[in-house]
């Protein structure tokens, strides 16, 4: 099965910028890979998405700002973030959806543990 792991978050001052990488492992024909963030008291929301057919899709609040991106040689995926904002402040989440197959075709979910970022004006 897949497992993500994300890496790059940090504390940066606002109008700065940071790239996000998520490492990905294990077996699974990948349907979607994607960003997600979480901040303090909200629900998590989808900050931006790739398909495997390559069609991305980005959240309003960031559009112009940040590009989702992957390297299918490096297994990875990455969010990067320019001009960062205060109101981008969260954890950040690297979640993939896949196919498995095993007596039946799965279609499950994979979740990183989150990476922080936070903006200071």
């Known amino acids: 099965q897949v497992e993500v792991a994300e890496s790059g978050g940090g504390s940066v001052q606002s109008g700065e910028s940071l790239t996000l990488r998520c490492a990905i492992s294990?077996?699974?024909?990948?349907?979607?890979m994607g960003w997600y963030r979480q901040s303090r008291g909200q629900d998590r929301h989808l900050v931006a998405r790739?398909?495997?057919?390559?069609?991305?899709n980005t959240t309003d609040s960031v559009k112009g700002r940040f590009t989702i991106s992957s390297d299918d040689a490096k297994n990875t995926l990455y969010l990067q973030m320019n001009s960062l904002k205060p109101e981008d402040t969260a954890v950040y989440y690297c979640?993939?959806?896949?196919?498995?197959?095993?007596?039946?075709?799965?279609?499950?979910?994979?979740w990183g543990q989150g990476t922080l970022v936070t903006v200071f004006a």
């Open positions: 790739v398909s495997s057919s390559g069609a991305t």
């Open positions: 979640h993939v959806n896949y196919f498995y197959s095993a007596d039946i075709v799965h279609n499950l979910d994979a």
């Open positions: 294990g077996t699974g024909d990948i349907n979607t």
